[in-house]
């Protein structure tokens, strides 16, 4: 079946550490993003990606990095200089970004907790 | 991309039509009303969207005023599974899938 695959669904790590969450996509689409969730807000976009080897960076990028040498995988590192980085982390792909009515497909998302 | 404003929660009876509001009164004519919901702890799901003809489809129907600068989502026979945030986003040609997320509505559906 094809779609988006976000591991693992609860992560933990200690104040300080980077860490990085997956996501990989098996529906040969161009675009992917990352978007980060607190408790009781909406998604706001972290970085996003049209093609393999580029990505822009997003409404909040500070603190976060990430890579896109495949077309299937775009892998987000929340760096030590993220200053909460405690969230639920969602990962979507699109055919393009450029093209019209294209839909995005979501991941079940990473909840990450930083003690 | 133009601003969207929703009521932050709607209770609805089961079996009966939910019409979730929004306004996006700043709307341009090249940008387009889309429609996500998101299940508690899960990632949102494109419902629906629509330019200025009404849409729908096996999950929803899309209403947009004349003017553009509201739209309702309707859901016909609501079940409880439908409990959900509803998003509306406007998106315009160009900006493509980099979509903007407010805070949406939270449909509670009940027995």
């Known amino acids: 079946d094809g779609g988006i695959t976000q591991s693992p669904k609860y992560l933990f790590r200690k104040e300080g550490q980077n860490v990085t969450l997956s996501c990989e996509q098996n529906?040969?689409?161009?675009?992917m993003y990352w978007y980060r969730q607190d408790p009781g807000q909406g998604l706001r976009l972290i970085y996003y990606?049209?093609?393999?080897?580029?990505?822009q960076k997003g409404d909040i990028a500070e603190g976060y990095s990430v890579s896109r040498e495949k077309k299937e995988s775009f892998p987000l590192t929340v760096t030590s200089a993220q200053k909460n980085p405690t969230a639920f982390y969602l990962c979507?792909?699109?055919?393009?970004?450029?093209?019209?009515?294209?839909?995005?497909?979501f991941g079940q998302g990473t909840r990450l907790t930083v003690v | 991309d133009a601003k969207t404003t929703q009521p932050p929660s709607m209770d609805c009876a089961e079996g009966r039509a939910a019409n979730l509001p929004c306004n996006h009164s700043t709307i341009s004519g090249n940008e387009y009303v889309y429609w996500y919901r998101q299940i508690h702890s899960q990632g949102p799901q494109y419902i629906i969207h629509?330019?200025?003809n009404n849409e729908t489809n096996e999950m929803a129907s899309l209403i947009i005023t004349e003017d553009r600068k509201s739209s309702t989502l309707i859901l016909p026979h609501a079940t409880l599974r439908d409990t959900a945030v509803y998003y509306c986003i406007v998106r315009g040609d160009g900006t493509a899938s980099k979509l903007t997320f407010g805070t949406g509505t939270r449909l509670q559906v009940t027995l």
């Open positions: 529906l040969n689409h161009d675009a």
């Open positions: 629509g330019l200025k």
């Open positions: 990606s049209q093609i393999v080897n580029d990505f």
């Open positions: 979507a792909s699109s055919i393009a970004l450029t093209r019209r009515h294209t839909e995005a497909f």
